[in-house]
């Protein structure tokens, strides 16, 4: 292990402003091909002056040809691990380059490393089904990460290799290794939650494969043009040469480690452990065999989520039968509160604790063994100051303070339930002591010269090889509880959720009083709202006020795949941040729907400005919806102004919101006068489109699918355009992301889905074989009836399911709504496709499980095929991995003869592409089914 501290915590790892140097950096600036930065080695590994570069063109450097090449390769902002070129550079006497190329923020990142000399990765490659078929033998956690050493330290030819997994509470233990003889062994080592920082944590999730050939590496500075701003200033997130803190270099060398490779694993999109090699000496590892080692691990985190979900079912399941036998007992009693006390046994049982205090309706009750009520209150009131209406859970509880120390043997651990809607209510529930001895694997005890506990002893233990020894620290753990688990928390959502709709349905009587109020999210409703508004304008108390405007980004997509129950989850979560940042003063409100208000009399532009940029980073945290961590922002609108016009600072606020949500969404845009307008050309723009699916102006266009590798016509993708009369051609991404906002998707998708089947069904009566692919988006699926719709179709055609692909994009395999829908699908007959596979960072983690047929490779795959042997063989290698997992192959964006010539050998079903033709009418795509098929190879070098 090699922690991240001290100074990782404060530097930005992303952008230490120099390189490690068996390789050079060449960046550009955002949006352009011109020379931002380079590394200072370049002079000695090209033989080019860096100032002759910074500011100059890309061409200058790679040539015409090579500049073209990987810019084609990065068409899209996507990073893939395949974005690999092998050039021979413009430059007298010098080798060849293997070219690491990929665009970040605008950027395009470019990273020239040593071509080996023998450049056959056939070996390696080779092992892909035996490792896949190692792995998944295995039935638990314990074998398979026993096997996933193994593997990889074959595949990679490292001393040791380890898995470090990370615990609920933040630190992590050694709970697999393979290594060399002669070397120390380190199984169950625990590190603390300071060992690898934040910062380090959300780097391992975007870049899930990093280096380090040489420990002991000088660091090559990077320069930078004029106008490119501070070296340290260039994100290089997703770099294989970012220079590493030289913290972390320190303690691999310390342990004799002078190389080293980490791949993260992943468990439903969250770091769920690292797989660590280490070697002994320097040694690199190149871009081919890091993209090959990314798709194992992401494969390891399929398989980790297939040994523990029948487990997690299997509690959730208990569980969720002790929340309806509490529910039940609810139902009977005469209040909640009442119903809770009448089924202590299941309140215990529930969350597996020994002790609880029930708060509901002004009564207290003590459940169990627990501490007093005067101590239990004092921790409940800490936690409710701490955290609001968030659910937490302790198992240190003595860290929530008020605990007195003779209380820790029954009440160590802690897990508080706010009941929503209550500052007071809420059951909080206690687990004992639990005496653990613990072996660390560096030294637990803060920097600060405190010295920690005195439970703490380092033991030396002898070393064979470059280190001498090893320490260790034994420590007795005690004022701790069993850990709360991720499912402790999600069943007391869901117990929450229940007994706030038995509150809500029991407080009907009092609907008068709290009319004013928002039910849901206890925030002001609009009226009340609006009466603060007319207060302050008649009573002039402040001069000046400001008003902030939220709604929610991408609501409506949660509430159509996950559910309106997640959907007031959702609000809820973001109503209690918004309650918790509202200044004093000021009133927080909800309008409707997902639209926020904080109403602030007397405060002025700056500081509705901070104010707001405080919460566009608050309301950005991940919310948890049925269990998952999912991504949440807000777009912020602020008015200012002076006792005149409550009416107009409401509509400016809202002009200025809708100008943040044209600008992508979470942000905070102030108004200024020009926004109306903006705002009226977007309305007129969404009445366009309302017209144009009224007037027919939408067109479906078919693009040719041939089989590979007879190049024999197979069936066509429906592809929907939208001809404007006064605009002429618009492109779908420009209205389609606006017919979602309008509501109009599913009409659109409709209208496509049987225009499209009734084409097909007419085509094949010539070709009886052909089929249709059909773009649906998880909005159409979230809704619940797509089967439906999809079967009454069908059988109005008379064409049958089999004649029908639907393709989907990752985001929709994320909801569960959309998998019940899909599993429908293929019940109808209808094969299913996910599209643009291995452009994404979740892909193979939701494939092994799901109702999928078919996976259609990105063109970004395609487009590099027949320049060189590596792009080759790892294509191949992709296309092996998804057909050991039973899943046929589809390529996208073929378009030259070279690209074909490695597809028809790869083992691919079919393909589509340029080369084959370009989407065409359906009278066009008629006519060419009464000839033979054939191509010529374009003179555009883009697909459609």
């Not at 490690?20 to 380079?38: E, K, M, N, Y």
């Not at 499209?756 to 773009?775: D, F, K, T, V, Y």
């Amino acid at each position: 292990m090699g922690p991240d501290t001290p100074d990782c915590a404060t530097a930005p790892i992303y952008a230490p402003g120099h390189v490690q140097p068996h390789g050079v950096l060449v960046a550009t600036f955002p949006q352009q091909t011109r020379i931002s930065h380079v590394s200072d080695n370049i002079e000695t590994s090209l033989g080019i002056a860096a100032d002759r570069l910074l500011g100059a063109d890309l061409g200058q450097l790679f040539g015409t040809a090579a500049t073209a090449s990987f810019e084609l390769l990065l068409g899209s902002e996507t990073y893939a691990p395949s974005n690999v070129l092998s050039l021979m550079l413009p430059i007298p006497i010098r080798p060849r380059r293997k070219i690491v190329a990929h665009r970040h923020q605008g950027r395009l990142m470019v990273e020239l490393e040593d071509a080996p000399l023998i450049e056959d990765h056939a070996g390696p490659l080779s092992l892909a089904p035996s490792i896949i078929a190692s792995l998944r033998r295995s039935e638990t956690v314990e074998q398979l990460c026993d096997s996933a050493v193994r593997q990889i330290r074959q595949l990679v030819g490292f001393h040791r290799v380890l898995v470090y997994r990370f615990d609920d509470d933040g630190q992590g233990t050694i709970i697999a290794e393979d290594r060399i003889p002669g070397l120390p062994g380190s199984l169950q080592l625990r590190y603390p939650a300071s060992e690898i920082t934040e910062p380090a944590r959300r780097l391992y999730l975007l870049q899930r494969v990093r280096g380090i050939p040489d420990a002991g590496y000088r660091p090559s500075a990077l320069l930078a043009a004029d106008g490119a701003g501070p070296v340290n200033g260039l994100d290089m997130t997703f770099c294989a040469l970012r220079g590493i803190p030289q913290v972390h270099l320190d303690h691999l060398r310390q342990q004799g480690v002078k190389a080293s490779l980490t791949i993260s694993l992943l468990r439903e999109n969250v770091l769920w452990g690292l797989m660590i090699c280490q070697h002994l000496t320097p040694l690199a590892v190149d871009a081919e065999m890091r993209g090959l080692c990314d798709v194992i691990g992401q494969l390891i985190s399929v398989l980790l989520l297939r040994v523990t979900e029948t487990e997690e079912l299997a509690e959730r399941l208990r569980r969720h039968y002790a929340i309806a036998s509490l529910r039940a007992g609810i139902e009977a009693s005469a209040g909640v509160a009442e119903g809770l006390r009448r089924n202590a046994a299941d309140v215990l049982e529930l969350m597996r604790a020994t002790g609880a205090l029930v708060r509901c309706g002004g009564n207290s009750s003590l459940i169990g063994d627990t501490p007093d009520l005067a101590a239990a209150s004092r921790m409940i009131a800490t936690l409710r100051r701490d955290h609001g209406e968030e659910i937490v859970g302790l198992d240190q509880a003595g860290l929530a303070g008020g605990l007195a120390e003779d209380c820790a043997p029954t009440a160590s651990g802690i897990l508080l339930m706010p009941i929503t809607n209550s500052p007071e209510d809420g059951i909080a529930w206690f687990r004992p002591e639990q005496v653990r001895l613990v072996q660390w694997g560096s030294d637990p005890r803060p920097d600060d010269g405190s010295g920690g506990s005195s439970k703490v002893a380092p033991v030396a233990l002898t070393l064979a090889g470059p280190s001498t020894s090893l320490v260790v620290w034994s420590e007795q753990l005690r004022g701790r509880s069993e850990p709360w688990t991720a499912t402790d928390l999600q069943v007391a959502r869901d117990l929450r959720r229940t007994i706030t709709g038995a509150l809500l349905r029991q407080a009907e009587a009092q609907l008068a009083q709290l009319s004013a109020y928002d039910p849901l999210t206890s925030l002001a409703n609009r009226r009340t709202v609006e009466a603060h508004l007319e207060r302050w304008r008649l009573e002039q108390l402040h001069p000046r006020a400001a008003l902030l405007s939220f709604d929610l980004d991408r609501f409506k997509a949660i509430n159509d795949t996950l559910g309106h129950a997640s959907g007031d989850d959702m609000l809820i979560q973001m109503a209690a941040r918004l309650r918790h940042f509202a200044p004093g003063g000021s009133i927080a409100g909800r309008l409707g729907a997902d639209e926020f208000v904080i109403f602030w009399p007397g405060a002025g532009a700056d500081e509705a400005e901070r104010l707001a940029q405080v919460l566009v980073q608050e309301l950005a945290r991940p919310v948890t919806l049925q269990g998952r961590p999912r991504h949440a922002s807000a777009s912020i609108g602020i008015a200012c102004g002076i006792p005149d016009g409550p009416d107009a600072l409401l509509r400016e606020a809202d002009a200025a919101m809708y100008a943040a949500k044209r600008q992508g969404g979470g942000r905070a845009v102030r108004f200024q006068p020009h926004l109306h307008a903006a705002v009226l050309t977007d309305m007129q723009t969404e009445q366009d489109l309302f017209r144009a699916v009224a007037a027919n102006e939408l067109e479906i266009h078919y693009q040719p699918l041939v089989t590979v590798p007879d190049r024999t016509l197979c069936g066509f993708e429906a592809l929907v355009r939208w001809r404007h009369p006064d605009r002429g051609w618009v492109s779908p991404v420009e209205f389609i992301p606006r017919a979602e906002q309008a509501g109009l998707i599913s009409r659109i998708g409709e209208w496509v889905l049987s225009g499209a089947i009734r084409q097909i069904g007419l085509w094949r009566r010539l070709r009886p074989a052909l089929r249709m692919s059909i773009n649906i988006s998880a909005l159409q699926l979230g809704e619940g009836s797509f089967s439906t719709l999809l079967a009454a179709i069908l059988a109005a055609e008379q064409v049958p399911g089999e004649a029908i692909c639907l393709e989907v994009t990752e985001s929709a395999l994320m909801h569960e709504a959309c998998v019940r829908e899909l599993h429908l699908l293929r019940e109808l007959g209808a094969t299913v496709a996910v599209d643009d596979f291995g452009t994404g960072y979740s892909s193979l983690a939701y494939l092994q499980s799901l109702p999928v047929d078919f996976v259609k490779i990105d063109r970004s795959f395609v487009s590099s095929l027949g320049s060189g042997l590596r792009s080759d063989r790892f294509f191949c290698a992709i296309v092996a991995l998804a057909r050991t997992l039973d899943l046929r192959v589809i390529a996208e964006g073929c378009e030259t003869e070279a690209q074909w010539s490695v597809i028809a050998s790869s083992g691919c079903e079919a393909m589509q592409g340029w080369l084959v033709a370009h989407a065409m009418d359906a009278a066009t795509a008629s006519a060419r089914l009464q000839r033979p098929f054939g191509w010529s190879t374009p003179s555009v070098a883009r697909s459609a």
